[in-house]
């Protein structure tokens, strides 16, 4: 429900056929989702999951990493992860700070 959510609904199946470390982090990711109102720390923690290289910012890089990690072919290649983080980079600057991450999740929910 969650990906369909996010207009991957495709990729539900793929979230739950892959390894240990990727099924946690989509257990936690629809925990946080499904509750209305997710806290600050909430936020913050799942932001640190996604900002592997801790700038602060998710990077089209930071964001590969992840889907790699998780399988996720889509994400396999940076210009999709570009693409991706376009839709919610409301400055420009081709990376996702915490304010749009909390700005995209509170659209989701």
Do not use: T, W
């Not at 056929?17 to 923690?45: D, P, R, Y």
């Not at 991706?84 to 915490?98: A, L």
């Amino acid at each position: 429900m969650i990906l369909k959510r996010l207009g991957l609904g495709s990729l539900e199946g793929d979230f739950q056929s892959n390894s240990c470390k990727g099924s946690m982090i989509l257990e936690e990711s629809n925990v946080l989702l499904e509750e209305k109102h997710a806290s600050m720390e909430e936020l913050l923690q799942a932001f640190a999951v996604f900002d592997e290289d801790r700038d602060g910012l998710l990077s089209p890089e930071d964001l590969q990493s992840i889907m790699r990690k998780l399988d996720i072919k889509e994400g396999m290649r940076i210009e999709e992860c570009c693409r991706m983080i376009r839709v919610y980079d409301e400055d420009g600057d081709d990376r996702i700070s915490f304010y749009e991450f909390r700005r995209m999740f509170a659209n989701v929910v």
